[in-house]
């Protein structure tokens, strides 16, 4: 079982698209074990994105992820990482499968919706930099033996 973050971004947010990308998610199949809006500050950015400093496109993204609130979530599900990447698809939307959510709402990759997760390491390190353990909450769900395949 793997547990990866999902952000939805402040243009996420503003355009109303919590609803449809948690949605996506849940009818997918995949578990919600945390979530909570933040909102967003540079030292904290500059932390999340450490990966991304010295890139061209660097200043804008801590630009964008501190305009505005941020809805964060944690989805746990057999090969959650690659699940969750697939369903949003690709960092550039205009490379994105039709189907997936950055195709569907997305054109630009500096307007992409979504963070997510991209593989289980960094998916953990992600997960402890936005929740606190007492934040993430594991539940039975009575639906996830017919969805993860529990008892194989
Ligand atoms: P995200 O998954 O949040 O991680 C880094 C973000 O940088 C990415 O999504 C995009 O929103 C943004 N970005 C902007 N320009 C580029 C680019 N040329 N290549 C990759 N990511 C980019």
Known sequence: MENTLVLIKPDGVQRGLIGEIIS?????????????RVS?????????????????FYDSLIQHITSAPVMATV????NAIAIV????GKTNPAEAAPGSVRHDFGLVPERNLTHA???VENGAQEIALWFGEDEVIEWDRSTDRWAFFLNG
């Open 117 to 119: 997760s991209d593989s």
């Open 75 to 78: 989805w746990q599900g057999p």
């Open 85 to 88: 990447r697939q369903t949003m």
């Open 40 to 56: 967003v500050d540079r030292p904290f950015a500059e932390k999340h994105y450490a990966i991304h400093k010295g890139k061209p």
């Open 24 to 36: 996506r998610l849940e009818k997918r199949g995949l578990k919600l074990v945390a979530a909570k």
